[in-house]
């Protein structure tokens, strides 16, 4: 028995003092008045899902405006004020290129020879005059019965290209299709007269002849001058005429035959 007594004394012996005991308890007090100073130093600050009082948000943040209507900031609302610029925007018409009045004066030009041509009006792609004419000039025919739609816009197209490569042969400025296109389409304009004068009467004759022949002479008269006077051919009236009364002589069969 002695011998298991020391044993179990052997056993259960440690070297776990109270001094130990007591040391540990004094760095666990130091170390909780160091976190406890550290807080007193930095303040106490809520965390950010804490609910915190109306008067700390008041003195934190003064919020001027009203309710449903915020602050007025000119830096940012200064790109906003395109409400007041619909009034200086132009017309819908003036922005597709569509200008009645500039219509009118190429129609006026083209009616009377005689009258000198504004270059700077006739130097512009419009082409809605020159659909309209093409399109009265096929009606006209279909009603004399000829079905020739296709004819108008085939010849007038082909017309335009050969017409654009020869007067930028001619011409120092150079010329563009559009501008080609509303010119001999606004003098496609004696045209439609004579093929309302057909469906009254037939051309076959020797009146439908003559007047076939003045008709493409207007025409080849009122495009020549109009070329002449917006891209500054001074001189070459009569060389441009000509490829003009072969483009509107097409024209002109289609009308008597």
């Known amino acids: ?18 001094d130990d005991q ?30 915190a009082p109306s008067e700390m948000l008041l003195s934190s943040q003064n919020y001027t405006g009203q309710i449903l209507q915020p602050t007025y900031n000119p830096n940012t609302l200064s790109h906003l004020s395109y409400a007041d610029g619909f009034d200086e925007e ?3 018409l003036e922005e597709l290129g569509i200008n009645f009045e500039h219509i009118w004066q190429k129609t006026l030009t083209v009616l009377n020879p005689m009258k000198p041509a504004d270059g700077s009006i006739m130097n512009e792609t419009d082409l809605t005059g020159p659909m309209v004419f093409c399109l009265a000039l096929g009606v006209t025919l279909l009603l004399e019965g000829k079905v020739h739609f296709g004819y108008v816009y085939g010849m ?6 050969a017409m654009h490569a020869l007067l930028n042969l001619m011409s120092v400025s150079g010329v563009s299709h559009g501008c080609v296109a509303s010119v001999l389409g606004y003098c496609l304009l004696p045209m439609v007269i004579l093929s309302s004068s057909a469906v009254i009467f037939s051309l076959q004759g020797t009146l439908g002849t003559l007047l076939a022949l003045f008709i493409i002479g207007w025409c080849s008269l009122s495009a020549s001058k109009i070329f002449t006077s917006a891209l500054a051919m ?5 060389l441009i005429a000509y490829p003009c009364a ?10 008597v035959f």
């Open 156 to 161: 007038s197209a082909i017309g335009c290209l």
């Open 90 to 92: 132009p017309p819908l």
């Open 1 to 18: 028995m002695s011998n298991f007594e020391q044993f179990q004394i052997d056993f259960y012996q440690s070297n776990y003092t109270i």
């Open 246 to 255: 072969l483009l509107y002589g097409l024209f002109a069969l289609l009308m």
């Open 234 to 238: 001074e001189g070459q009236q009569l």
């Open 22 to 51: 007591e040391e540990g308890d004094n760095n666990y007090g130091s170390n909780k008045n160091l976190c406890a100073s550290r807080k007193s130093q930095t303040g106490e600050q809520p965390p950010a899902g804490a609910f």
